[in-house]
């Protein structure tokens, strides 16, 4: 995992992961600082109970993302962002002072406008944070990048939260808040000094200050690319769910585990250890590119554990409680509980770094921004309505483990409506889990592919599952032609059809189907898609290579766009191979974790493409292991 953290010692990310950090770390210590004082000392500051202060401040801190994000997101794509961070902090300086004015004055009020200008403070910062990453990080160190943002981010929160908490109970006077909160500002400040330039994408664009039309336009902007809009759906809808299981932490520990005060930052810990780690695994997992087969997997954990988190809970109270943390811990049911948690954090960090990563990668740069500060909108209206739904149910008599459980049942049925939708995020995760169970797939020579435009690929027939081998390993999606017979195959057809595979068959077999399927390569290079053939015509039943066929030629003799070669290695003698027999006919017949590799040559120009010269070429890449 050295790659993602050796970004710690760059230029072009140290300064800026800093300067986000203290920023999270500081909202949430002035804001943790603030509703324990109002819980505990309620009485010296106003005669409004300690429930409605605490949800007041939570409603103050979150307004200016409805009401600033729009604009937010047009400052950002029309001045330079380094530049922009830099006036954050030093916003955030001067709202420390207010803070500490307000904590002088002993002004609930003005402490409340300074939570106002910190909920500002975020609003302005969020479309920053995630349209800089693109501009100052490679593709390949994307998913790093925003992992390491994920996990310092929940990390910032746990200990800004804790030091709040503490500062408040232990300071002689709530005004050592104010001054630790400049002090982290003034740091904050320091290292956005450090951000190296990021050019604005629009600087000619006019900044509209009606955030009702400027927000409907730019979720507009985000609709304009279906995968997009949906990846915001599913991280509006993750920071729904993890933000209704961070909110029942404290009820969830004094009323179901029977715990103490402490038992809550033990929970909190827990589960943001688990988002840390999780977000981290995500560069291993996804071998540096976006890796949406991750969403998934991780939809699919956050599923699971929330139901076992829902029939771990224990039914009655433990005997003595609340418990100190010491005999909490000494009972089983606790450790199962936060076993559940720690998985929701990991399979969360999972689910939620390749979202960020897939709409930095996939939205226009010139609106980059504006499309985040569309998230922001949506995150933050989803949160408010998960949290409004929670209190509903709760206050209809439901239980907060039962809560969890139909959380989780909704964020199933959320999960499934989305790759009905996209199938590719869930052929993505087919694929990626097939070359991590199944197989160990090595890639070399994978730059060879463009990162944009048309290209033919071609390649070596061996399998039933080669098409889904080199989806796995492409950062690009593919449009693949197949035997029609290979297409239809039960099970897999499911596959082959959301991969928009295109089915062809021989001019004995059907004739127009055959022209049907040029024709639908001839638009598909057109777009500038990747198209990807076997030239073989079939899977080989000896090991070896079978004629080529002229196809490619014919492609492009009509297309000229680069054929890039291509070898597959080691599926020879696999469940999905005609070795010895009918393919997926003896399970298991070289075990679990069988090495394979795919291998990428250079580009040859159109007039080279001749089927002799392709087959040479595929042969020696792949060499004598087939």
């Not at 994307?142 to 746990?158: D, K, P, Q, S, Y």
């Not at 200990?159 to 709040?164: D, P, R």
């Not at 400049?182 to 190296?196: D, K």
């Not at 463009?450 to 098409?467: I, Q, R, T």
Request: one cysteine or more.
């Amino acid at each position: 995992m050295s790659s993602q953290f050796g970004l710690l010692s760059t230029r072009r990310f140290a300064p800026f992961f800093g300067t986000q950090f203290l920023g999270a770390f500081n909202d949430n210590l002035f804001k943790n600082a603030l509703i324990v004082l109002l819980t505990f000392q309620a009485a010296s500051w106003t005669t409004l109970t300690p429930e409605v202060l605490t949800n007041l401040a939570a409603g103050i801190f979150i307004l200016p993302f409805f009401l600033f994000s729009a604009t937010a997101g047009q400052l950002a794509d029309k001045y330079d962002k380094a530049k922009l961070a830099r006036l954050v902090k030093l916003l955030e300086i001067v709202i420390m002072g207010v803070a500490w004015l307000g904590f002088s004055m002993h002004s609930l009020e003005v402490l409340l406008a300074a939570l106002f200008l910190l909920g500002l403070h975020s609003t302005l910062f969020g479309p920053v944070k995630y349209a800089i990453l693109p501009q100052q990080l490679r593709e390949n160190e994307l998913v790093g990048g925003n992992a390491l943002v994920e996990a310092g981010t929940f990390v910032a929160i746990l200990i800004g939260t804790l030091a709040g908490g503490l500062l408040a109970g232990a300071a002689g006077h709530p005004s050592w808040v104010a001054y630790a909160g400049l002090v982290i500002a003034a740091l904050g400040y320091l290292c956005s000094r450090g951000i190296p330039a990021a050019p604005a994408p629009v600087p000619g664009l006019v900044v509209s200050l009606n955030p009702l039309s400027e927000t409907w336009r730019n979720i507009g902007f985000a609709r304009e690319n279906r995968t997009v809009f949906l990846s915001i759906l599913g991280i509006s809808w993750f920071w729904l769910y993890g933000a209704l299981f961070l909110a029942q932490f404290p009820a969830y520990a004094k009323n179901v585990l029977g715990g103490s005060e402490t038992s809550v930052t033990l929970l909190l810990a827990v589960f943001t250890i688990g988002i840390g780690l999780g977000s981290l695994l995500c560069e291993r997992l996804s071998a540096g590119h976006v890796e949406i087969g991750l969403v998934p997997f991780g939809s699919i954990g956050l599923t699971l554990f929330g139901i076992d988190l829902a029939f771990a809970s224990p039914a009655l109270l433990p005997a003595g409680a609340p418990l100190p943390l010491a005999g909490l811990l000494a009972l089983h049911a606790t450790w199962r509980v936060l076993f559940d948690l720690f998985a929701l954090g990991l399979f969360g960090g999972f689910f939620i770094v390749p979202l960020y990563a897939l709409i930095q990668l996939r939205s226009a740069p010139e609106q980059r921004a504006r499309i985040i500060a569309a998230n922001n909108i949506l995150n933050a209206l989803f949160m408010v309505c998960g949290s409004l739904a929670a209190a509903g149910m709760l206050g209809n008599g439901i239980s907060i483990p039962v809560l969890f459980g139909i959380a989780a049942l909704c964020n199933a049925v959320v999960a499934i409506y989305i790759y009905s939708l996209v199938p590719e995020f869930m052929l993505r995760f087919i694929a990626w889990l097939l070359v991590h169970s199944v197989y160990r797939l090595q890639q070399k020579g994978l730059t060879n592919i463009p990162e944009e435009g048309a290209a033919v690929l071609v390649c070596n027939h061996v399998s039933f599952v080669d098409p889904i081998v080199i989806a796995a390993a492409s950062r690009r999606p593919i449009r693949f032609v197949m035997d029609y017979r290979i297409y239809r195959t039960p099970l897999i057809n499911f596959v082959f059809r959301h991969m928009h595979a295109i089915p062809i068959a021989p001019a004995r077999d059907d004739a127009a189907m055959m022209e049907a399927a040029f024709e639908a390569v001839a638009s598909a290079l057109e777009a500038g898609e990747l198209v990807a053939i076997f030239p073989e015509g079939k899977i080989t039943d000896t090991g070896e290579l079978y004629p080529f066929r002229p196809g490619v030629q014919r492609i492009v003799g009509r297309t000229p766009v680069p054929v890039i070669p291509m070898a597959l290695q080691g599926l020879w003698g696999s469940f999905f191979s005609r070795k010895d027999g009918p393919a997926m006919s003896k399970p298991l017949r070289r075990g679990m974790f069988s090495r394979i590799a795919l291998v990428v040559g250079t580009a040859i120009v159109p007039a080279a493409a001749t089927p002799e010269h392709l087959q040479e070429v595929v042969a020696g890449l792949r060499g004598e292991w087939k």
